[in-house]
């Protein structure tokens, strides 16, 4: 519906929005109150930092590996990737427009002066402290709410009574990491990425861009050239890691980009549940974030990964606000392994994300379940990826897109079945709103099928075999979504209603959506 | 050929050169210049272009030869049809038309809106024409009680190049049929379908070719207000076919619908791309496009809806592709994607891929049915939803499909 007699030429006088009938009230409302104006991490940090050399060239790469004292194979693989980026494109096939990036405008490496990684929480400035504490991340364990006592807990206790350790990073480097005794005590390696290459360098060389190659994609080998911090996660077998693992980042400096590396491992039989939040001040320019994550998980290893993406978006005329351009993979590299994206998606002014799976073992499940909310200007293109290799994989899809103001939101997935994917299975379910005439809503699916045993299905409408057994399911007293779960993946569980953390409130007003009125 | 011709494409192949050395030769003409230039600014389109990423037709055609000569018989010649045919060499058209529709064999160029986007139909607009075939066919069409109009590309040779554009009057209504055989190594059809206010047309499209022949059919279709389009496809298939249609809503409850089966066999690639924007209030598109493959051959969906902003409110628009893979080797590649700027309105797609329901199968042998003639049987009623629209011609490509199904 449109407010202002049709034509684009008064857009901007368009005050209110006229919102088609059959919509949602309490949608719209939190889809309002994540407008920028209501954006409570807008503000900076004033901390003395120290900067890269403006611009990106191999000096820039060397200050910043010289600056975390790396070795030498690293630097090479650093300065292979930057080699690379030099001749490649970047992308232009998402739905997002945004105007050209100077890559010579940013400062690819910013920390406060006081240095990189504290010895102890009480070195940490204050005023990173503050920062987080503002933000609702508590570094100092004991203010962590609930409970720290008992270091050698259950995992069954500590499901019961959920505590998070959090690597906590401020532009370029991780400045706390909490619980990190804790976690050892379990054999489980939580620290920023930096120290995992000086602690386990046999480890981050192994691993290191063998889910998402160096030559991956423009972003990916931009962020292998110049990666700052991030955190880095191995789970040794059997571990079933007694605490959520989470980092939060937080860009504060001007003229910066973020460039994070996270790799988390998760060895035979182990479980983690990692949670990343994303905040940056309100600046008038736009900032750049293009970080990689590699998830591998081996033989009936479980990585749950959620992300509540909330970076600045821009004021509503779309001005400033951070470029997110993350490369996220997952490879069930194990026989029975599963991975599982959960990702809220509210800020950025322009998104380009796909968390994906490679499902290489047999019998591997991946999921993936998005909400995505633009508002003002805001542009998000964003899905993910199930390549299906192993036999009788399985994988799911979910993912609703809410747009309003002058916003696009576009779903993009792809769901492909490799010649050996013997009896693979996969649902997809991916649902648009519209609130208001002036924004847009995409969905582009691929399904590539090469195997005739494979089960493919997308959306609502499904083949007359599930409809048996859905029929069958439902008549039990399943809702239809459950038993579409309970089909697809032999289980129940809304992995969405499962988010404990500090980002709950957030992500339950989010929650709270409804999807009726969805145009498809 | 002038150098500025062949810089035009950049590292042509065989194939390539000899459509520049085909363009060289026709007359110098504007709008045929500009028709080629439009497909060779990407060349024959390729993977890395979006809307080809699974019909690379640079792979494909490497050269532009004779294939070996496959018979196929015409069954979409009836005794109400007006037949025109299109061969490599040659064009024939009925001497005596009917009241209501006016033929013009134009040997030049027309202009053609969206070269960019169809760059195979830009290629057709300019390779048409030469020696007695027309570079444009234009047929106006007024009335309703007239023969269907028969389109025939076919004949051996190395390529078939046409353009044909309908301008139906308003309110008129006709039948239209398109009959692709083969024969030649690379075949280019352009048709251009205008549907006045109130106007009624339905197309229904054949096509069958030999794993030697590379084919592409461009159709774009303008509907005014309250016209009905309606298009049935049956394809088996080449090494590599595409049909490609292009709908554009232009004024207020316009109503199309894209029907299409396609069958492929080993060595066949059918791709049915579809593109329709909904740029007038309250129109209204259906889809159903089913398939149905075998070892070694490939299918290929690619449905787009596009809702304008301001100008698409209420569109009403459903796209649903379902495929059978007969065996193991077969692929089906789909695509079911919408673009939508407006806020009121209907747009469902779904898509699915799979074997036959195992179900289904059990119950029919456990009748006594053979398990060759269950697969056909139930393979048969799978496609039949998308050839139900073809009117009098349904039992002719029902029939098709049947006997392909028997083999």
Redesign the interface.
């Known amino acids: 519906m449109d407010c202002c007699g049709g034509t684009d030429e008064h857009e901007d006088d368009c005050t209110e929005v006229i919102v088609k009938e059959g919509i949602d009230a309490k949608t719209v409302e939190a889809a309002k109150a994540l407008e920028s104006e209501n954006y409570s991490a807008g503000f900076s940090t004033t901390i003395d930092m120290e900067f890269s050399p403006k611009g990106l060239s191999e000096d820039t790469i060397r200050f910043i590996s010289a600056k975390k004292e790396e070795p030498d194979w690293l630097l090479e693989w650093r300065l292979a990737a930057y080699r690379r980026w030099l001749t490649m494109e970047e992308p232009t096939w998402a739905k997002v427009r945004y105007s050209p990036i100077d890559y010579q405008a940013y400062y690819y490496y910013a920390a406060p002066k006081s240095g990189a990684k504290y010895e102890s929480i009480d070195d940490v400035p204050q005023e990173i402290l503050d920062t987080y504490a503002k933000l609702g991340i508590p570094l100092r364990e004991a203010e962590v709410l609930l409970g720290v006592e008992g270091a050698a807990e259950t995992a069954a206790a500590a499901r019961e009574k959920p505590r998070v350790a959090v690597d906590a990073v401020f532009d370029s480097v991780s400045v706390a990491t909490t619980f990190r005794k804790e976690l050892e005590k379990a054999g489980v390696i939580f620290m920023s990425i930096s120290e995992a290459v000086r602690d386990h360098p046999e480890l981050v060389k192994k691993y290191l861009g063998s889910v998402v190659p160096q030559s991956d994609n423009f972003f990916a080998t931009l962020n292998s050239a110049v990666f700052s911090d991030g955190t880095f996660v191995y789970v040794p077998k059997g571990v079933r890691c007694p605490m959520e693992l989470s980092t939060y980042f937080r860009m504060n400096a001007e003229n910066t980009g973020q460039f994070e590396r996270t790799l988390i491992i998760c060895d035979e039989g182990a479980y983690v549940s990692y949670l990343e939040g994303c905040t940056a001040p309100m600046r008038d320019e736009n900032q750049l974030h293009a970080a990689v994550v590699e998830l591998v998980a081996l033989d009936d290893a479980e990585i749950k990964y959620s992300t509540v993406q909330n970076w600045w978006p821009g004021d509503e005329d779309g001005k400033g606000g951070i470029y997110n351009f993350v490369t996220k993979r997952g490879d069930c590299r194990g026989a029975r392994s599963k991975i599982s994206w959960t990702q809220v998606e509210t800020g950025s002014a322009v998104t380009w994300k796909y968390p994906s799976c490679i499902l290489r073992g047999d019998d591997s499940v991946g999921e993936f379940y998005s909400i995505a909310v633009t508002n003002g200007r805001q542009q998000a293109d964003t899905g993910t990826k199930m390549i299906h290799l192993g036999k009788r994989t399985r994988s799911r899809i979910i993912s609703k897109g809410i747009s309003a103001g002058k916003s696009d939101n576009t779903y993009r997935g792809l769901v492909s079945i490799n010649k050996r994917a013997e009896k693979a299975r996969n649902f997809t379910q991916c649902d648009s709103l519209l609130i208001g005439g002036r924004c847009g809503a995409h969905t582009v699916p691929y399904v590539e099928n090469r195997r005739a045993d494979a089960q493919l299905e997308h959306e609502a409408t499904t083949t007359k075999l599930s409809e048996d057994q859905l029929f069958y399911a439902r008549q039990r007293g399943l809702g239809e979504e459950q038993a579409v779960a309970l089909l697809v993946n032999g289980f129940v569980r809304e992995v969405l209603q499962e988010l404990p953390m500090e980002f709950a409130v957030e992500a339950q007003k989010l929650l709270e959506v409804s999807l009726e009125g969805s145009v498809g | 050929m002038t150098t500025a011709l062949r810089d035009l494409i950049t590292n042509p192949n065989a194939a390539e050169l000899e459509l520049l050395a085909r363009y060289g030769m026709l007359p110098e003409d504007a709008r045929r210049a500009r028709a080629f230039e439009a497909f060779a600014k990407e060349d024959l389109p390729h993977r890395r272009i ?1 809307g080809w990423r ?1 019909t690379d037709v640079k792979a494909a055609l490497q050269v532009i030869e004779t294939p070996p000569r496959i018979t196929v018989a015409d069954t979409l010649i009836t005794d109400n049809a007006l037949v025109f045919t299109f061969t490599p060499t040659g064009f024939t058209w009925p001497e005596d038309l009917p009241e209501g529709i006016r033929v013009l064999a134009k040997p030049e160029a027309q202009a053609f809106g969206g070269a960019e986007t169809m760059p195979l139909g830009a290629l057709a607009a300019a390779l048409s024409g030469g020696g007695k075939r027309p570079g444009t066919l234009m047929i106006e069409v007024a009335g309703t009680d007239l023969p269907r109009l028969h389109f025939q590309f076919s004949g051996a040779g190395e390529a078939n190049f046409a353009r044909i554009q309908i301008l139906v009057r308003p309110g008129a209504f006709v039948a239209v049929s398109e009959s692709y055989l083969g024969g030649a190594g690379f075949t280019a059809s352009l048709l251009e379908y205008s549907l006045q206010k109130g106007a009624v047309l339905s197309r229904t499209v054949y096509q069958r070719a030999s794993t030697a022949e590379v084919l592409a059919s461009t159709a774009s279709v303008q509907l005014d207000e309250g016209a009905a389009y309606t298009q049935t496809t049956l394809a088996f298939g080449a090494k590599l076919a595409r049909l490609e249609t292009r709908v554009s809503h232009q004024q207020a409850g316009a109503k199309a619908t894209l029907n299409a089966a396609y069958l492929c066999a080993a060595g066949h690639h059918a791709d049915i791309t579809t593109d329709v924007r909904h740029g007038a209030p309250a129109c209204v598109t259906r889809q159903v496009t089913k398939g149905a493959v075998l070892d070694g051959g490939r299918g290929v969906f690619q449905g787009k809806f596009l809702v304008p ?2 100008v698409g ?1 209420k569109t009403d628009a459903d796209m ?1 592709h ?2 059978l ?31 036959l ?4 199968m059990f119950y029919m042998r456990q009748r006594g049915i053979a398990e060759d003639e269950a697969r056909a049987l139930l393979t048969e009623a799978f496609i039949a939803e998308a050839l139900e629209t073809a009117g009098d011609l349904e039992d002719v490509l029902r029939e098709q499909a049947r006997a392909w199904l028997a083999r």
Do not use: M
């Open positions: 979006e699974w902003r301001n409110q649903q379902n495929a893979l007969l065996e193991e080797g077969a692929e089906v590649f789909a695509k079911p994607e919408l673009e939508i700027y407006a806020d009121d309105v209907e747009c469902a797609h779904g898509n699915t891929s799979g074997a329901d195992a179900n289904q």
